[in-house]
């Protein structure tokens, strides 16, 4: 818990211009994937902060995974749709983790 605590302030702290081009939010999916090809903190910190937030306001139910796996999924969805890093970054790992963890209550019913 500590160390997850210490990501998000490294994040918070990181001297990023909320003003970007191409993002309306502080980082683009650019600007992401820049930051996790180079396997910085930044990433780590940056992925583990939105699965955070996605799973306190119910849009993902994570199971045990690693902070290296979360960035394995969003890394796996900025590669395969490059059209999208465009947007902003909390919204690529919104759709990210949606589809990698859906809740299972929030699935449709077959058929």
Same mark, same amino acid.
């Given at each position: 818990?500590?160390? +997850? =605590? /210490?990501?998000?302030? =490294?994040?918070?702290?990181?001297?990023? #211009?909320?003003? %970007?081009?191409?993002? #309306?939010?502080?980082?683009?999916?650019?600007?992401?994937?820049? *930051?996790? $090809?180079? @396997? #910085?903190?930044? &990433? !780590? =910190?940056?992925? =583990?902060?939105?699965?955070? !937030?996605?799973?306190?306001?119910? $849009?993902? &139910?994570?199971?045990?995974? #690693? $902070?290296?796996?979360? /960035?394995?999924?969003?890394?796996?969805?900025?590669?395969?749709?490059? @059209?999208? +890093?465009?947007?902003? !970054?909390?919204?690529?790992?919104?759709?990210?983790? $949606?589809?990698?963890?859906? &809740? /299972? %209550? *929030? +699935?449709?019913?077959?058929?």
């Amino acid at each position: 818990m500590r160390l +997850r =605590a /210490v990501f998000v302030a =490294a994040v918070l702290l990181w001297p990023v #211009s909320a003003l %970007s081009q191409d993002s #309306s939010g502080f980082f683009s999916g650019n600007d992401l994937y820049d *930051k996790c $090809t180079a @396997e #910085s903190l930044v &990433c !780590a =910190a940056y992925v =583990a902060g939105m699965a955070d !937030a996605f799973v306190h306001d119910g $849009t993902v &139910c994570l199971p045990q995974v #690693s $902070t290296r796996q979360l /960035v394995d999924v969003v890394m796996a969805y900025l590669r395969a749709h490059p @059209e999208s +890093r465009i947007y902003s !970054a909390a919204s690529i790992g919104d759709v990210a983790f $949606t589809q990698a963890f859906p &809740c /299972v %209550s *929030k +699935r449709r019913p077959p058929g």
